[in-house]
């Protein structure tokens, strides 16, 4: 037990509470924060609370945006009739990384997991069938992760898409089993979107 005042343990704990931040991190986190003086605390309290404000899910794909759609969906020079599925935005930006791939995406914002209660109508799928059904689409690369949870959602867009004449393919080759997109080095995960197969 640490014997921070309450107010520094209560900071720890929401910020411990961010994706890869153990305690440690979160501790040191805390300290360098409440080191600085006033004025530097509120300017990185306003940046956080401006992002926020402005930013909201592209209509289109459902990235996060400050603009009416997205940079990727109002991008003229990419393949538009390319859909790469994605769970949430930061498998998104871990694919544009590596700058190799040139279609559009579409954000479901979670996967189906059946232990926590999560359904396709918790998901972006109904949005997913109306942009195949509306757009020119002529395939969707599924890059959900390649685990459990990730295979059954593939899997249940495999047969939602079937009665749609579109190649529907899954992002394979050199993914270690039960890793998550957004820890791949971009190189593995290039070569993953590149030898998709057919599903
Ligand atoms: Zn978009």
Same mark, same amino acid.
């Given at each position: 037990?640490?014997?921070? $005042?309450?107010?520094?343990?209560?900071?720890?704990?929401?910020?411990?509470? /961010? $994706?890869?931040?153990?305690?440690?991190?979160?501790?040191?986190?805390?300290?360098?924060?409440?080191?600085?003086?006033?004025?530097?605390?509120?300017?990185?309290?306003?940046?956080?609370?401006?992002?926020?404000?402005?930013?909201?899910?592209?209509?289109?794909?459902? #990235?996060?945006?400050?603009?009416?759609?997205? &940079?990727?969906? +109002?991008?003229?020079?990419? &393949?538009?009739?390319?859909?790469?599925?994605?769970?949430?935005?930061?498998?998104?930006?871990?694919?544009?990384?590596?700058?190799?791939?040139?279609?559009?995406?579409?954000?479901?914002?979670?996967?189906?997991? $059946?232990? #926590?209660?999560?359904? $396709?109508? #918790? /998901?972006?799928?109904?949005?997913?069938?109306?942009?195949?059904?509306?757009?020119?689409?002529?395939?969707?690369?599924?890059? +959900? #992760?390649?685990?459990?949870?990730?295979?059954? +959602?593939?899997?249940?867009?495999?047969? /939602?898409?079937?009665?749609?004449?579109?190649?529907?393919?899954?992002?394979? +080759?050199?993914?270690?089993?039960?890793?998550?997109?957004?820890?791949?080095?971009?190189?593995?995960?290039?070569?993953?979107?590149?030898?998709?197969?057919?599903?």
């Amino acid at each position: 037990m640490s014997d921070f $005042p309450d107010r520094i343990e209560e900071l720890i704990r929401e910020i411990s509470s /961010l $994706p890869g931040i153990g305690p440690k991190s979160a501790e040191r986190i805390s300290l360098c924060i409440l080191s600085k003086n006033e004025s530097e605390v509120e300017k990185f309290v306003n940046i956080i609370q401006k992002a926020k404000e402005n930013m909201h899910l592209c209509p289109v794909c459902f #990235n996060i945006t400050d603009k009416e759609r997205c &940079n990727v969906c +109002t991008d003229s020079k990419r &393949n538009h009739s390319i859909i790469c599925v994605v769970e949430e935005v930061r498998d998104l930006f871990a694919i544009e990384k590596g700058k190799y791939y040139d279609g559009v995406f579409h954000v479901l914002h979670g996967r189906i997991d $059946p232990m #926590n209660h999560i359904s $396709p109508e #918790n /998901l972006k799928m109904k949005e997913l069938v109306k942009r195949v059904s509306e757009e020119d689409v002529k395939e969707i690369i599924i890059a +959900t #992760n390649p685990n459990f949870n990730g295979d059954i +959602t593939a899997l249940y867009i495999q047969r /939602l898409l079937k009665p749609y004449d579109i190649k529907i393919t899954r992002i394979a +080759t050199g993914l270690p089993k039960g890793t998550e997109i957004d820890f791949v080095d971009s190189v593995t995960l290039s070569m993953a979107i590149k030898d998709r197969k057919e599903i």
